[in-house]
């Protein structure tokens, strides 16, 4: 029961932040791209540069911060997934020279805010 | 784009040309990494890199770039690689171009983009010389010390936006010249002497022992009853001692410069190093070590004088670890790391009191110390240790009606008449050992007694008397010939004659020194 509703609510979460960078001038190529090892939650780009983009929403602040459900763990995986991505998308490696990572942290209702680049 | 800055590390006191190689990749995920062997100050880097890049207005860039510090098997440590650091991305990202001819950069960078002083520029201005390296950029505040290395093309750099501009041709920065500064004589100004020989009331022979010890750089050992003022003395021998020679600047200057003991705007240190230990300071910071080496005291008081207060109170581990840096002049460190020696050729003042309570022998007051604590507190001291020591003697405890007295009587001799024969003492010296690399008498290796000293017959036949009397050890013999020279520079100093003899009285004054009453 719970995992169906996390995958409902991470669902939720990545079409509000899609919408979000949307708006903001970005493309988005990928939602949700899959693979045995991990996902990555939206490939978009902006201009020249290919961002994979890690989204986190929580309903409420009482057991914390979205930030904090972002640590360096989550990012080395985000950063192997979007390596793995390169590699199997050959032709986008080739068109694009410059990649990051950003996050879009969601509290339902309250506020989106977007990090760039912060594996930098 | 990969470029390649030179830099230099220290590793002792021989410093090692280092090959900052920056490269930043046109693709790839944005990151910073420094290899090649750093510890976490080279490490740390990267945070003081950037954030000094961005807050001096430019561009960092969002991309991958890595730092290679060839040879990459020599650990680093250190904030000196800030700056070349900092130029290879600026030349990467072809920001700035580098100088045609090789040139150093070194230094520790500030948050604000601004250089901060940094220990070891004079040892870079060394290697660069040997290296053939004609200009070096450093922080303006170590420009002075480097400067003394003649030859080599200072550039006081203030910070990362001035140098941009002089690397661009826009503004140039001025070459730095030597200042003979105010502010070099580090281990202490000659006005700065806590004590005046004058102020020392009584304690003659005393005074006329540490003139000798001075003169000729010999160890001495002081013992007496506590507030007999053996302290004052140890503290007043700092203003008699003669400035240093230039040899000895540029020695003493390379330890200080390593040590990060040169303030800001400093220059090559002239004044005789005077250093004092506690008694709680460690073997590794008394004689030097570390697992990347590290000079200790007697390194720093290279040239000048270690002060050993309350000798016997320091570990029995550490005192001996004095004996072989005592005999050689300098100390060999040897870690995983690898080998390194520092000079340590010093004078120690070393002052004990006889016996734990401080009154044996003492004239009014009476010992409470019983037979066996005397000999376990003499005991600390070893033979082979005092065996070292040149000038034994003794500080007893001055009356009072003399220190009454003294307060109308202007006393006798004061610390600039004694420092100025000791001066010429020194200068005699000096000239009898020129192009050995010997300053003074206390340094003379036996070779150097045989063929320098010049024994009367008379003193020669006291010599001998004495070493089968007092069954003197050979090292002994040999010291005694250097006190007796030294006595007898000090004779030709206060006469102003030629001859530097060693004469019978020469020799009885230097046996009375040498002669330990409990032996």
């Known amino acids: 029961m719970t995992k169906i509703f996390n995958r409902k609510i991470g669902k939720e979460g990545e079409e509000i932040a899609a919408d979000s960078l949307k708006e903001k001038g970005y493309k988005i190529l990928e939602n949700n791209y899959r693979t045995k090892f991990g996902e990555i939650d939206l490939i978009a780009l902006k201009g020249n540069t290919l961002v994979f983009v890690e989204v986190k929403l929580k309903q409420t602040e009482d057991f914390g911060t979205p930030e904090e459900m972002v640590g360096a763990a989550k990012l080395s995986q985000v950063q192997r997934m979007a390596e793995f991505y390169l590699m199997d998308n050959p032709g986008i490696a080739k068109k694009y020279n410059s990649y990051r990572i950003d996050a879009v942290c969601i509290i339902q209702g309250r506020r989106i805010t977007h990090y760039e680049n912060i594996t930098f | ?519």
């Open chain 2, 1 to 519: 784009m990969l470029t390649k800055v030179l830099s230099a590390a220290h590793f002792g006191l021989t410093p090692t040309p280092i090959e900052v190689e920056v490269n930043v990749f046109k693709k790839g995920f944005p990151g910073f990494s420094i290899i090649g062997l750093p510890n976490k100050s080279v490490e740390e880097a990267k945070e003081r890199v950037k954030t000094a890049l961005i807050n001096s207005g430019i561009d960092f860039p969002n991309l991958k770039i890595i730092v290679n510090l060839a040879p990459a098997d020599i650990p680093k440590e250190g904030s000196l690689y800030d700056l070349p650091i900092a130029v290879g991305i600026l030349a990467s990202m072809e920001i700035v171009k580098l100088p045609e001819e090789k040139a150093y950069f070194y230094g520790e960078l500030s948050l604000d983009g601004t250089l901060r002083h940094t220990r070891g520029a004079f040892l870079l201005a060394l290697s660069a010389r040997q290296e053939k390296i004609k200009s070096i950029f450093v922080p303006a505040t170590c420009a002075n010390e480097a400067t003394v290395i003649e030859g080599v093309r200072v550039y006081p750099v203030k910070s990362v936006t001035e140098l941009i501009s002089h690397l661009n041709g826009v503004a140039e920065i001025e070459k730095a010249k030597y200042s003979p500064s105010t502010s070099s004589g580090q281990p202490r100004d000659d006005g700065g002497v806590e004590f005046d020989f004058s102020e020392i009331i009584g304690q003659e022979s005393a005074k006329r022992a540490m003139t000798i010890a001075a003169a000729g750089g010999h160890n001495i050992f002081m013992m007496g009853s506590p507030g007999a003022g053996k302290t004052m003395l140890a503290r007043a021998t700092a203003g008699i001692l003669p400035p240093l020679n230039e040899e000895e600047a540029l020695e003493v200057t390379k330890i200080y410069s390593l040590t990060g003991n040169i303030p800001p705007g400093g220059g090559l240190i002239k004044a005789r190093p005077f250093r004092t230990a506690h008694h709680t300071t460690s073997r590794i910071g008394l004689i030097g070590g570390g697992s990347e080496p590290h000079p200790g005291e007697i390194s720093l008081a290279h040239n000048g004088v270690l002060f050993l207060d309350e000798f016997p109170e320091f570990p029995r581990s550490t005192l001996e670890a004095l004996r072989q840096p005592m005999e050689d002049g300098e100390v060999a460190i040897t870690r995983i790391a690898g080998s390194v020696k520092f000079p340590a050729n010093f004078m120690l003042i070393a002052a004990a009191n006889p016996c734990p309570c401080g009154f044996l022998g003492d004239p009014k007051k009476e010992c409470k110390c019983s037979p066996r604590t005397i000999m376990k507190y003499q005991a600390r001291l070893s033979g082979p240790l005092m065996d070292r020591v040149d000038l034994h003697i003794n500080v007893p405890a001055v009356d009072v009606d003399k220190l009454i007295s003294a307060d109308t009587q202007p006393a006798t001799l004061n610390s600039k008449t004694i420092r100025n024969i000791v001066v010429k003492a020194r200068k005699i010296q000096q000239k009898r050992f020129r192009g050995l690399k010997i300053y003074m008498n206390s340094s003379m290796k036996n070779k150097h007694i045989k063929k320098f000293c010049n024994i009367e017959k008379d003193a020669y036949l006291l010599l001998k008397q004495a070493v089968n009397t007092y069954s003197l050890s050979a090292r002994t013999y040999f010291r005694l010939i250097k006190i007796s020279q030294t006595i007898a520079d000090l004779g030709a100093a206060e006469s102003g004659e030629r001859g530097q003899t060693i004469t019978s009285a020469h020799v009885a004054e230097a046996l009375q020194y040498r002669i330990r009453t409990n032996d």
